[in-house]
Nanobody, 115 residues
Framework: VQLVESGGGLVQPGGSLRLSCVAS????????MSWHRQAPGEERELVAA????????NYAETVKGRFTISKHNAMQTVYLQMNSLKPEDTAVYYC?????????WGQGTQVTVSS
């Protein structure tokens, strides 16, 4: 199983980024997909999740109304659209795939929000 994130980078406050996570080696439509982030000195936290069928999403309170998670089953890709970025969004963002006891992580992509 591989989860490969991309799309991170340096952006000014108020800007936008779209993260992508391409999954391989698993039955994508069976997995709950999610994005997590970890800032220096902090614990990893859930940012957003989408159900296996795509019909249900949930978000951390700190990103509600600014971030949107979506998935494209045919491309086995999950996205995180991030708008109105703030300096406190700076972190390494990780993609996760969960199905029962099967739990996989990507290598992470750095997002830095700074002027």
């Amino acid at each position: 199983v591989q989860l490969v994130e991309s799309g991170g980078g340096l952006v000014q406050p108020g800007g936008s980024l779209r993260l992508s996570c391409v999954a391989s080696g698993l039955t994508f439509t069976s997995y709950r997909m999610s994005w997590h982030r970890q800032a220096p000195g902090e614990e990893r936290e859930l940012v957003a999740a989408i159900s296996s069928g795509g019909g249900f999403t949930n978000y951390a309170e700190t990103v509600k109304g600014r971030f949107t998670i979506s998935k494209h089953n045919a491309m086995q890709t999950v996205y995180l659209q991030m708008n109105s970025l703030k300096p406190e969004d700076t972190a390494v963002y990780y993609c996760n795939a969960l199905y029962g006891t099967l739990n996989f992580w990507g290598q992470g992509t750095q997002v830095t929000v700074s002027s």
